[in-house]
């Protein structure tokens, strides 16, 4: 074959690596040449363990919608009207369809399916800064210390979507974790939100495309201009006789894990499937009203759509950073508004967007028959100190706060665990981030005391809490 090919990518008798993964899905899963040779020979193994150990799964798929900034527990769902001023929560409470369960008079919709969800009243940890206790709630595991300083880095603890992907992918061409719609930091980057030490093949399928945009579509789910499916097969025959050739000089564990990934890029690529999983125009006019045609509204509609279509394992952020002084964007942190008491940006903006779109994709899901095999985590990474300081602001508080839980063999209607009279540290029955992270992969049918390996190839369990029996029915 002549060095001057016509295949663009070809040079001096060779198809790169490197200029292979440029056909046709630039970008396809963030590939690059570091992220397709980061696979290893351990993940078969790890694999073939879990399938050996696995369970029957309560859940198909996990929509994790994560609260960045951390959410007052005392102005959404552990009010503690009772406790004294300055301690109970700024509103009203209000029933909710219930008995006896009360939340916040800004959630009337939520009040409406709380007979759906339960509540973690007594998650705790010690984390106070926002990066530390995000890596946590976003993997499951505590990091090696708290600093607002923490980095991202490989030493670090995988997403959870990760995990699923490396001991229990799908077998087709639709994704095991996608995340959308942000990448999340304060700061720098928040550690926990892709594959870290399992490799790169492992990262989520990252959309930061606006799913309300009015021309919102994934440009790397389609083959470039006058290739079709067919001269895809064709170019991905000559890849893999030039990497066989290269194997006899190059053995790795990263070159033999090339074919596979790129497989499965290439069948993401030709996938109608997969295609129509991302193409929320094709939802009816009035349901996307019904979300609310914001960012973080159709992001939860999308994700009805992807676990619809098989994906595992969803990650939607909330928001991008932990929040400022708009009224219109931003996380659950309020510092910024430290001139009233109210902290306007809940009532304005947090609580009525939490309102319309947590109620609705509940409901969508059990209209559909799709909500006892959807678990739905929602959760940030603490909640408000039980005191408002002198400066009339919140302050962090990772020693009790709630996450709401609902589907995938979750019980219904239901509070496990409780805060002390002022909401300060769990009275009863406390869980961690560990422990949901262990009641995730339970519920998946992955044993949660499986292993993986880390980078010096050290054997760790994917959680190391427990799964959370009480909640589960």
Wanted: aromatic share 8%; hydrophobic share 40%; net charge neutral.
């Amino acid at each position: 074959m002549s060095k001057n090919h016509a295949c663009p990518e070809y040079r001096a008798g060779r198809l790169l690596r490197r200029d292979a993964l440029k056909i046709g899905g630039a970008g396809l899963l963030g590939l690059t040449t570091s992220r397709v040779f980061a696979a290893e020979d351990k993940a078969a193994s790890e694999a073939k363990q879990a399938a050996v150990k696995r369970i029957a799964p309560k859940a198909k798929s996990v929509v994790f919608l994560f609260q960045f900034g951390g959410p007052s527990q005392f102005e959404t769902f552990d009010m503690k009207p009772d406790a004294p001023d300055g301690i109970r929560g700024l509103y009203a409470n209000i029933a909710t369809n219930v008995p006896g369960l009360r939340i916040c008079e800004h959630l009337p919709q939520m009040a409406k399916v709380m007979d759906k969800v339960t509540l973690l009243r007594g998650v705790h940890h010690t984390m106070r800064n926002h990066n530390s206790a995000a890596y946590y709630a976003l993997s499951g595991h505590a990091p090696p210390v708290d600093d607002i300083r923490l980095r991202d880095s490989l030493e670090l603890f995988p997403a959870y979507g990760s995990v699923v992907s490396r001991l229990s992918p799908n077998d087709d061409a639709v994704p095991t974790f996608v995340a959308h719609p942000y990448v999340c930091r304060d700061g720098s980057i928040s550690p926990g939100q892709h594959a870290s030490f399992l490799g790169k093949a492992f990262d989520p399928l990252l959309v930061t495309t606006d799913p309300n945009s009015p021309d919102f579509k994934l440009p790397e789910l389609r083959l470039p201009a006058g290739v079709s499916a067919d001269q895809m097969a064709d170019r991905r025959a000559l890849q893999q006789l030039v990497d066989r050739q290269s194997r006899l000089l190059e053995s790795s564990a990263r070159a033999r894990g090339l074919d596979e990934y790129y497989d499965r890029a290439l069948g993401m690529l030709t996938s109608t499937r997969v295609a129509e999983a991302f193409d929320i125009a094709r939802e009816p006019q009035a349901l996307r009203e019904r979300y609310g045609r914001t960012t973080y509204g159709q992001s939860c509609l999308l994700a009805r759509r992807l676990v619809e279509s098989g994906v595992k394992f969803v990650n939607v952020y909330f928001a991008e950073g932990i929040g400022g002084q708009s009224f219109t964007t931003g996380g659950w942190d309020t510092h910024g508004f430290n001139n009233t008491r109210m902290f306007p940006i809940l009532e304005k903006y947090q609580l009525p967007l939490t309102d319309q779109v947590l109620p609705t994709f509940l409901n969508d899901l059990d209209d559909r028959g799709l909500l006892d095999e959807t678990l739905v985590v929602w959760m940030g990474e603490f909640g408000r100190t039980p005191r408002i300081n002198a400066s009339i602001s919140r302050d962090h508080w990772p020693g009790c706060y709630t996450v709401l839980l609902a589907g995938g063999g979750i019980k219904r209607g239901y509070v496990h665990g409780a805060s002390d009279k002022n909401g300060a540290i769990p009275s009863r029955e406390p869980a961690t981030p560990d422990d949901i992270a262990a009641t995730m992969f339970h519920l998946l049918g992955i044993p949660y005391d499986t292993e993986v390996h880390d980078a010096g190839n050290r054997p760790l369990p994917i959680a190391a809490g427990r799964p959370i029996y009480g909640a589960i029915a």
